[in-house]
């Protein structure tokens, strides 16, 4: 009866190790990719510039910060062209869930509800087409020089 509850015990702890090790292994695995630069979600910080739309939907931002206002069903401003070094804020103004996501894999946030936020900072120049993953048709571009 000794050998049968040792037995016992000793499975227990190597499947809780196991699990450990599996959840460690996940949760790393998720957190680091060099090939993938991830923002983040930030539901209080309102305090980045917030540039306006002028005329056909797109700003020149010469300002070190701006935002993306996500409102009925669309990115405002969709085109925007900002300097290297800039950091981008979208904001959830809409009354559902959005989730912003590179065309290419440079940037992806987690599901914005209502009123939280999502920052990238844009350090190599390019052209950046994103999308809303919950909505495709939703699309927006980034021009950074």
């Known amino acids: 009866m ?3 509850t040792n037995r016992g015990l000793l499975a227990l702890i190597i499947i809780i190790i196991i699990i450990i090790v599996a959840g460690v292994y996940l949760y790393y695995a998720q957190s680091y990719n060099p090939n993938v630069q991830t923002g983040m979600n930030n539901s209080t910080n309102q305090s980045l510039v917030n540039n ?26 969709n085109k925007i062209t900002v300097k290297s070094g800039t950091n981008v804020q979208w904001i959830n103004n809409d009354n559902t869930q959005h989730q912003i996501v590179s065309d290419t894999g440079a940037f992806q946030s987690t599901i914005l509800n209502p009123g939280d936020s999502y920052n990238f900072f844009f350090a190599k120049t390019g052209i950046y087409g994103y999308h809303d993953a919950l909505n495709s048709t939703i699309t927006g571009t980034i021009i950074v020089q």
Not at 61 to 76: E, K, P, R, W
């Open 52 to 77: 306006t739309s002028i005329g056909n939907n797109s700003t020149n931002v010469t300002s070190a910060a701006t935002t993306i206002s996500i409102g009925n069903m669309a990115f405002n401003p």
């Open 2 to 4: 000794y050998r049968k």
